[in-house]
């Protein structure tokens, strides 16, 4: 016989269920503030693929191209894309600022896949079928190599332990917006190409980069609000807005090319000044 005390509160039985599996739902379930920001970064991946299919793709096959709407919608896909780049500078500073889930580094690495290699790959696949050029089923392979790249960096990222402050190559972001800077060059459809397999190549490389924390984070985030705006300017027509946008892009992919030929200087240098070391030891 259960005997009820008429003091306690009657309380049904699915809420204490409900409530007690709460209790017992392990940490490694429970998303962080990081984390959320980590969705949102695959959320902007998503949308990135969603503006390219609509508003360049299935116009384009359809035959209802209009040059604004393309426009806008390229740099819509763009925008996102730098969007996504901002939720994953700020999800690691909130993680270790505040804390994060045991699940947050997969979540990261799955929200970066589709951000930062699925969004830009398809962006290349679009730009070789809607490209005026006899070589635009080649834009398969350069979209495959952009995806194994980011796939494979991320898959040795997890695996790989460097000295804190680096990257062992260029990270999926940069990489990213540098191969999205190269088509929104409008290059040659060879060099455009080349240019994108050797972006891809240089994700997978040994070259050391720096990660964003400080000052750089700073320097990071404002470069991504210009790019944002360059991109409204020539989304909109504005006066001038192509060129800046080209110029832009431009820096971008200099970048790209000049970091790791620091990054090598250094490495010389470095290996330069430990053998005269290492002589001046030996001598008597």
Excluded at 78 to 102: N, T
Excluded at 134 to 153: N, Q, T
Excluded at 186 to 210: C, D, H, Q
């Amino acid at each position: 016989m259960t005997v009820i005390d008429p003091d306690t509160p009657w309380v049904p039985e699915a809420e204490v269920d409900a409530a007690d599996e709460t209790d017992d739902m392990p940490l490694s379930t429970r998303l962080s503030i990081a984390d959320t920001l980590t969705l949102g970064n695959a959320t902007c991946g998503f949308l990135a693929v969603y503006f390219t299919t609509t508003g360049v793709l299935i116009p384009h096959l359809t035959g209802s191209e209009d040059g604004g709407m393309t426009r806008h919608s390229a740099a819509s896909a763009v925008m996102l894309m730098l969007l996504a780049s901002v939720f994953d500078l700020f999800d690691g500073l909130v993680a270790r600022k505040l804390r994060s889930s045991a699940m947050g580094a997969e979540l990261d690495n799955l929200s970066d896949l589709i951000s930062f290699g699925l969004a830009p790959a398809y962006f290349v696949l679009v730009w070789g079928m809607v490209a005026d050029s006899p070589y635009e089923r080649v834009s398969v392979v350069g979209a495959i190599v952009v995806l194994l790249a980011v796939v494979l960096r991320l898959a040795r990222f997890s695996c790989v332990t460097l000295r804190d402050g680096v990257f062992q190559g260029m990270p999926s972001p940069f990489g990213a917006l540098t191969v999205v800077s190269v088509v929104l060059l409008g290059l040659p459809f060879v060099p455009t190409l080349l240019a994108i397999i050797g972006v891809a190549w240089l994700m997978v490389s040994r070259v050391e980069y720096p990660k964003p924390r400080g000052r750089l984070a700073v320097a990071m985030l404002g470069w991504i609000v210009t790019s944002m705006a360059l991109l409204a300017a020539w989304a909109f027509e504005a006066p001038g807005g192509e060129l800046l946008l080209q110029s832009a892009c431009a820096l971008q992919v200099v970048m790209g090319a000049v970091i790791p030929l620091f990054a090598t200087a250094r490495r010389v240098n470095a290996f330069r000044d430990n053998r005269r070391e290492a002589r001046a030891a030996q001598l008597p």
